[in-house]
């Protein structure tokens, strides 16, 4: 919705500072969707929007970082479905207060703990379509969700 504004403005650099925006990022959003949109032209693919549908967005990330997945565990916190390894969503995230059961996460940052950045809220199922190779049904189990208090370690459904 944001690029809606903007593009009305016509790209403007003041409108973005005055949204507390980036004008940097947003170009680059929009030089990597016309690289996009060029691609599916040159292969003659039909371009279609979502609309407000995210569940494409999200699988379609999931399919491209399936590697870098964390499950929310007991303690508040999340491991990472690999290795076990406890991670925690970066305070500035928007997801930080939510916790939803599984994430996928771009990077990890430490700082006093192990910090996920630019984080994404999936379904476990969708680790399996995504990625066969690489995860059992097993342990992408969602056990731990009828113990956890409600609200807590939400699932993308719900």
């Known amino acids: 919705m944001i690029v809606v504004y903007w593009v009305e403005t016509g ?4 409108w973005c500072f005055e ?11 929009r030089d990597v969707r016309d690289q996009l949109q060029g691609l599916m032209e ?3 693919m039909e371009i279609v929007s979502c609309g407000m549908d995210s569940v494409v967005i999200r699988k379609a ?7 870098h997945t964390a ?24 997801l930080f207060e939510e916790q939803p ?3 996928i996460y ?8 192990e910090f996920m950045r630019q984080v994404i809220e999936i379904e476990n ?14 342990e992408l189990e969602d056990a731990s969700s009828k113990k956890m208090p409600k609200g807590v370690g939400k699932s993308a459904g719900s």
């Open 11 to 14: 790209f403007s650099t003041q």
């Open 19 to 29: 949204n507390f925006i980036q004008h940097r990022s947003m170009r680059r959003a």
């Open 42 to 44: 040159r292969v003659e």
């Open 61 to 67: 990330v999931t399919a491209g970082f399936f590697y």
């Open 71 to 94: 499950r929310f565990s007991k303690g508040g916190n999340y491991k990472t479905v690999k290795h076990q390894q406890t991670v925690m969503v970066h305070p500035n995230s928007g």
């Open 101 to 103: 059961r599984w994430l």
């Open 106 to 113: 771009h990077e990890l940052v430490f700082t006093t703990k």
């Open 125 to 138: 199922g969708w680790l399996l379509e995504a990625a066969p190779h690489y995860y059992k049904a097993k």
